[in-house]
């Protein structure tokens, strides 16, 4: 049996830039952050509700819907394919890049050197 054959369940790869990746399957009704903590990956958080960046990921490959307007992103970076997994849902197979690298990225202001 392979992910295609399970409705709703989908396949999901986190990479880190320095620790590998890690892959895991998700129900379409799981919040991204919960299939990665139970798949052993520590992320940080705070409010769980899409609002402080903690979660911040980037979607490589496949798609996503936030299930919660994700408002700590802007236009741009939802663009530029930036989610939250607090409050992000998988509707196909993923591959997702997480790492605290990206919200430098996203917010140099904030977090960059
Ligand atoms: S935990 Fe705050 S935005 Fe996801």
Not at 34 to 61: F, K, Q
Not at 85 to 96: D, F, G, M
Request: proline share 4%; net charge negative; charged share 25%.
């Amino acid at each position: 049996m392979t992910a295609d054959d399970l409705d709703g369940v989908y396949e999901i790869t986190f990479i880190h830039p320095e620790t590998g990746s890690i892959s895991a399957r998700a129900q379409d009704d799981a919040p991204l952050f919960d299939v990665a903590l139970e798949s052993g990956i520590e992320l940080g958080y705070g409010c769980y509700d899409g609002t402080c960046l903690n979660c911040l990921a980037r979607l490589r490959e496949g798609e996503v819907v936030h299930a919660k307007e994700p408002v700590a992103l802007t236009p741009d970076l939802l663009e530029a394919g930036f989610v939250l997994l607090c409050v992000a849902k998988a509707t196909s197979h993923c591959t997702i890049e997480i790492g605290s690298h990206l919200r430098e990225e996203a917010y140099p202001s904030l977090w960059g050197e």
